[in-house]
């Protein structure tokens, strides 16, 4: 699965941005989804995953209510929905996906990332 991860840019706090992650190569339904995020200096943290059909949906606590991850398997696309932006949000966004509906299971396939900054 190739995935390209785009939408990412500047935005003040408060704001909203909404990122796409398009797949390509494999049957996209076949596979859970993730966003991840990493900040300069930090390690890589999860985001947000939805399952292949999109039923069940899994969010960091840090964006909980503020961040909505969605999926249009027709589209092979899948979607992230940032509002309320705070400056500690800034980071590259990337999405992966995943074969194994195991929880525990490392992500298979990894997109490049998208900037997102936010301004105080």
Known sequence: VQL???GGGLVQAGGSLR???AASGRT???YDMGWFRQAPGKER???AAISRSGGSIYYADS???RFIISRDNAKSTMYLQMNSLKPEDT???SCAARFSKSLS???DYWGQ???VTVSS
Do not use: I
């Open 4 to 6: 390209q991860a785009s």
């Open 19 to 21: 990122l796409s992650c």
């Open 28 to 30: 996209f339904s076949d």
């Open 45 to 47: 943290e999860f985001v």
């Open 63 to 65: 964006v909980k209510g």
């Open 91 to 93: 980071a590259v966004y």
């Open 105 to 107: 299971s490392s992500y």
């Open 113 to 115: 990332g998208t900037q």
